[in-house]
Nanobody
Framework: QLVESGGGLVRAGGSLRLSCAAS????????MGWFRQTPGKEREFVAA????????YYGDSVKGRFTVSRDNSKNTVYLEMNSLKPEDTAVYFC???????????????WGQGTQVTVSS
């Protein structure tokens, strides 16, 4: 089970750090990804981190502002979000999966999501 936390309300230009913790299993053998979704829109890829070499991958809209990291000893993945914009407002989900070249492919393990709201 994956559980996200750390969402909330922040002003534009502010920062938040999301966490994705696993229970009942280990994240260390999975590449992990973050997605976000707003009502009426498709789920958007945000970031991913490889399970073995910790290589990071980012969606174009968050490059240079967001940082994905993981601590396998804590069975947790993080998403550090800086310079937040109103258009970053969404429900953020983490997922376990694998990398196929530079594409993150989620499997069936998803969290329930955490709301991030950025006010202007």
């Amino acid at each position: 089970q994956l559980v996200e936390s750390g969402g909330g309300l922040v002003r534009a230009g502010g920062s938040l750090r999301l966490s994705c913790a696993a229970s009942g299993g280990t994240l260390s053998v999975y590449s992990m990804g973050w997605f976000r979704q707003t009502p009426g829109k498709e789920r958007e890829f945000v970031a991913a981190i490889h399970w073995r070499d910790f290589k990071e991958y980012y969606g174009d809209s968050v490059k240079g502002r967001f940082t994905v990291s993981r601590d396998n000893s804590k069975n947790t993945v993080y998403l550090e979000m800086n310079s937040l914009k109103p258009e970053d407002t969404a429900v953020y989900f983490c997922a376990a999966g694998r990398m196929a070249r530079s594409t993150f492919l989620p499997n069936d393990y998803w969290g329930q999501g955490t709301q991030v709201t950025v006010s202007s």
